[in-house]
Structures are given as structure tokens and as C-alpha cells.
């Protein structure tokens, strides 16, 4: 019976080939009129090893087909009349804001919590991201959070709409893998790193409600065709890939916990695995850049209110600040989590007071820079599913050039793929697929030594800058360098502008 209801599905592979490039090319022209970044380097040629993920890549859910061939004709007669006629209409590619069912749970200020959506009916894949922005841990720094970045307090001035970019764009030239699914947009309004369940006083002036926020978005989402789901993926970038490893095994439990244990949750934490790391020079703790990262969460947990992960609190009894650093908590998740981490992060630089402006970097600077690089390695050997360019940067996943940079010549949408079809590999039993590494870290030594990194610029000029130019400016010494290796000059200053 299996092989009869395949039968179909087989003879519509040519239709939907012709219908995707149809999809592509519409994207492309509703696309024109945006000022996207033109890319640094071509994509890499498609090798013939990887036609046989085609169907694979197709955003429409193919699991379907063994399942359910109504629900499949469903999806392909959705794409099909969201790209005809491609000429007379503008594809509606926005999320939309909706506001909490439940008012009690709420942003800093107390105005409604909330979420953009934008559906994708047919499919059975969610995307729910967390939006990153620091935070804040006392009354005095709140109250000046709230004046200068009000919006990451207050749902005042939300806009209606909200256009997804990178892993949350509708275009699969810019998504390849993720462009179909549906599309939620969680904006950070509780400046907690997504951890508090306190509600706003009189005393504290401030709600903190952010994993609060989260459990109350998916509970809505149950309504709107979550229920239906077959994967959840949880993503974040800064405070909000920490916010996942805080909150996606939670996630996990409150499906399961209201019937819906079916549903595979996992998570995608983007620049939010930061070392409890001693700062490169120590200053007096009065905001959030001044503080070592520590002092900042032992502060933090106490005025949010927090809760931690449970497994995680029991292992950490009374030192439950160590449950937001990531080599810490992610031993006691047990949903599975990609992780994607810079090895050398501007946040992580920047709470370590190294500042990259002005002046070059003195030598001390750039050892502890190498350093950072070393040790964030370290952390990371043990987790299976992970992307760690040795770049300069920070977040990526919601960028326009996150398809660009590679590690081993493999791309982050590739990656991410990769850990999708292993996943669903290993739930059937299968081995995992050949070629399709999903453990991708840098050996590169130094910042901005992968060619793939993001373009640097001149903090204040705007100009470009060369991998050369700017490791000069970190106060990298060529000469130095050189003599150290053995070789001239001008050989290692090639080797570096080629990334070699």
C-alpha cells in the first residue's frame, strides 16, 4: 500500500520542479525593489552528491505523502495558487502582530505582549524566533533601557507588520530549507534573556515575564494550526539564542504536557553561548557593559525572578547564574540544539572590555583575543550539531548574508539541513546521511581568517576593509608573524588575503 500511494507523489516531481524555479523567479522580481547587500562571492556549484537531497530541500512537507496524500495535494494546490498568475500579484510576505489571548503577561512596562505570524497552510514545520537586545538588572539601568530602547520594554510603538529576513525570509533564494514554513517573530520586550515570571508591581515598577511570554505565544499558536505541527523549531539570536537553551526543552514539555507529544521540538541558539570568563580588564559594576558576565546574571536572576531549566537548577543548587552560559546548560538539555557561535563574538568582546574602536588593539588585547577563540573551541567540542566560523561578528541567522559564509565549505542553510535529515534519519532508524556534516568548527587561529566572513568595516570611515588591513588594525604584526613561522613576508601576508 505504501509503494501504491508513493506512485503519485513520483509523477509530480517534474511539476513541482517547474513550479518552484516559477516560485524562485517571482521571488526574485517582488525582491527587486529592496536594498539587499549584493554578496561577497558566488555560491559554491552544486555537486552531484547533493541532487539527491531535491526533494529534501522542497519546502513543501514530503513526510506527508506516506501519510496523508490529501494533505500533500493540499500543499502543492496552496503553491500553486499563491504563484499564479506570478505577474498580477504581490505575494503578501509580511508577518502580522497579534497580541497575547492572556493580557496578565505582559512587556516590561505592562503594555500586551505578542508575536508576528505569517502562516504557511499545508506545511507542518514552525519557526518561533526570539528576538535578542541585551537586558538590563536594576531599577537604574532599566529606567535608562527605557528611555533610550523603548521598544525592548514596551509593545507601544510596534509596528502592524514585520518583513522576515535570512532563516525567517518567505524567499527561497534567501532560505533555501526554511522559506515555507510558518513564521513567528517574538519581539523582546522583557529584558530578562527570556527568563522571568514576574509580573509588574508597585515595588519593582517592571514586569519580567519572558519565558512566560513564550510558553503563552505557543499556547495561542495550538489555535492557528501549531496543533498539526511536526517539527517546532525554536530559534535566537543574542539574548534570544540563549533565551532557547533556557526555554526549548520547556517548550517541549508544555506540548507534551497538553497532548501534543508528537510535535518535535528542538532549538537553534544564534551568538548566545557566552563564557563566564574573567574580562580582559576588571571595572567597577554599574551597567550592563561594565559588569563582568557573571555579576551581571547573579544581579539579574534576583530582580527578574527567573526560572532555569529544572535539570539544570538541580545541578547547579544556589548557583543557578550558571545555568545562562551555554557549556553549562547544555549538558542537561535534552531537546535537540543546534548551536551557532562566532569564535571571536563583538557581545562577548565587549562585556570582556576588549573595544575594537580607535586605536589599534595592543598586544595583550590581541592574545586575549586568540584566547577567547581557544577557549570558546574548548566549550564547544562536545556538542554534536554546530557552526563556528572564526569570524569577528555577531548573530546571523536572520542576516541577508547568512547563506554566504561557510565553514569547511559547508554553508549554515546546508548545515542546519544536514541536522534536520539526521534527526529525521535516526527517528526511522536510518543512517546518517553521507556528506552532510552538521559538526563544522574553524582551526584557523585568529579573526577573520575564513575568507567566507562576514565584510569588515572601518568603525569609522564605513570603508571596507581587507582581512590584511584589519588584522593590522587588531595589531597583528606581519613582520613578526612571519619571522616566528619561517617564511617571508609577503608569503604569509598572501596566505592570509586568501584565508589560507
Known sequence: MKAVRMVPSLLLVPFLLVLMQSGALCARRFRGGRNSQPRR???????????????????????AVEENMDNFMTQVKNLAQSLYPCSAQKLDHDMKLNFLVNTSVTCNDGSP?????????????????????WYCFNKENCDSRYETMRRFMSSSKWPQTKRGTGILSPLPEENPHWWNANMVFIPYCSSDVWSGVTAKTEQNGYAFMGSLIIQEVVKNL??????????????????????????????????????????????????????????????????????????????????????????????HEGEEWNCFFGYRVFPSIKSPVFVVQWLFDEAQLTMDNIQLTGQPVQEGQWRYIQNLGIE?????????????????????????????????????????????????????????????????????????????????????????????????????????????????????????????
Open 41 to 63: 562571492s558566488p555560491p559554491p556549484p552544486t555537486h552531484r552528491a547533493d541532487r539527491g537531497d531535491t526533494t529534501e530541500s522542497f519546502p513543501l512537507d514530503f513526510t
Open 113 to 133: 505582549a505578542g508575536y508576528y505570524l505569517k502562516e504557511s497552510r499545508g506545511s507542518r514545520r514552525w519557526l518561533i524566533f526570539l528576538e535578542g537586545g
Open 222 to 315: 495550538l489555535g492557528k494550526g501549531l496543533d498539526n505541527a511536526r517539527v517546532l523549531l525554536l530559534a535566537g539570536s543574542s539574548a534570544g539564542g540563549t533565551g532557547v537553551l533556557l526555554n526549548v526543552d520547556r517548550v517541549a514539555e508544555l506540548l507534551e504536557g497538553m497532548g501534543y507529544a508528537g510535535i518535535q521540538v528542538r532549538g537553534l541558539s544564534d551568538s548566545g553561548w557566552f563564557l563566564d570568563n574573567k574580562q580582559y580588564h576588571c571595572t567597577d559594576c554599574v551597567d550592563t557593559i561594565g559588569c563582568t558576565p557573571t555579576e551581571t546574571i547573579k544581579r539579574g536572576i534576583k530582580y527578574w525572578g527567573s526560572v532555569v531549566p529544572d535539570r539544570c537548577r538541580q545541578s
Open 376 to 500: 570558546l573551541r574548548n566549550t564547544l567540542k562536545d556538542v554534536p550539531a554546530m557552526f563556528a566560523p572564526a569570524c569577528l561578528s555577531h548573530e546571523v541567522i536572520t542576516r541577508n548574508y547568512w547563506i554566504d559564509v561557510q565553514v569547511k565549505g559547508t554553508s549554515l542553510p546546508r548545515a542546519l539541513h544536514c541536522w534536520d535529515r539526521s534527526l529525521h534519519d535516526s527517528r526511522n532508524n536510518k543512517p546518517p546521511p553521507k556528506a552532510c556534516p552538521v559538526h563544522l568548527i574553524d582551526n584557523c587561529p585568529w579573526p577573520h581568517c575564513n575568507p567566507t566572513c562576514p565584510t569588515i568595516r572601518d568603525q569609522f570611515t564605513g570603508q571596507e576593509m581587507s582581512v590584511v588591513q584589519f588584522l593590522m588594525h587588531m595589531g597583528f604584526d606581519v613582520q613578526k608573524m612571519a619571522q616566528q613561522q619561517g617564511m617571508d613576508p609577503s608569503k604569509l601576508l598572501g596566505m592570509l588575503s586568501s584565508g589560507s
